[in-house]
């Protein structure tokens, strides 16, 4: 949800975040492929509700657990910009970041709900430094020797820190990068995350032959 100090809320569609270890999202999609239409409406309009009800204002994620009849239950509120927004802003065409910001500032929001449409799909992997052979324990620490993002296969996206020559350490995320994908549909969304794995490479240390599985 996106909500401003003027009373003004919307909700900028659901994010799948089913696929977790130990707690922590691995692989996210956008929309969500077991959500339709009039139940995106019924959990838009709960979240919205919620966050106006407490007066809130920024960005902000509402969690809802779903079972297999389509029921959904609240579960919690993240009141931060959650990792995983890149997806939201390839579906939406909106910069969440800018948003915030201009909120912060005491702007109204400068669209309404009926603006937010779904623009194709999205799916984000998490390539983390861990060895999933030793139970992804403690971080893979080392040096990055060979690090280059697949940024030239279409509709890719990477938010990442690190450059070749990084040291990866034990005392921090063993987080290398936020690999997103976006298409036209589900199909080619995940094609080019295939893709995108098989094509980033780094050496020293690395995940992405088990997200690519």
């Known amino acids: 949800v996106l909500c401003d100090k003027h009373g ?14 130990r707690n ?3 692989i996210e999609e956008a929309p969500s492929s077991f959500v339709d239409p009039e139940m995106r409406k019924r959990m838009g309009a709960q979240a919205t509700q919620l966050a106006l009800a407490v007066g809130y204002d920024s960005a902000g994620t509402v969690e809802f657990l779903v079972d297999s009849k389509k029921n959904f239950y609240f579960l919690e509120m993240n009141t931060r910009l959650q990792v995983e927004h890149p997806i939201t802003e390839a579906i939406t065409g909106l910069d969440i970041v800018q948003q915030m910001l201009r909120v912060s500032y005491g702007h109204p929001l400068n669209f309404k709900q009926s603006d937010v449409g779904i623009r194709g799909w999205a799916f984000e992997c998490r390539v983390y ?3 999933p052979y ?28 690190i450059r070749e020559g990084s040291e990866i350490s034990i ?11 976006h298409g036209k549909d589900r199909q080619i969304a995940l094609d080019r995350m295939r893709d995108a794995l098989d094509n980033y490479v780094i050496r020293g240390v690395s995940l992405c032959h088990y997200l690519s599985a």
């Open 24 to 26: 922590q999202k691995v």
């Open 129 to 131: 430094a861990e060895d």
């Open 8 to 21: 003004n809320a919307v909700w900028l569609n659901e994010r799948e975040c089913s696929i977790q270890r």
């Open 134 to 161: 030793k139970g992804f324990g403690l971080p893979s620490v080392g040096r990055l020797t060979k690090y280059e993002e697949p940024l030239k296969i279409e509709g890719v996206r990477c938010d990442s820190g």
């Open 171 to 181: 005392y921090y995320d063993p987080l290398i990068c936020k690999l997103v994908t």
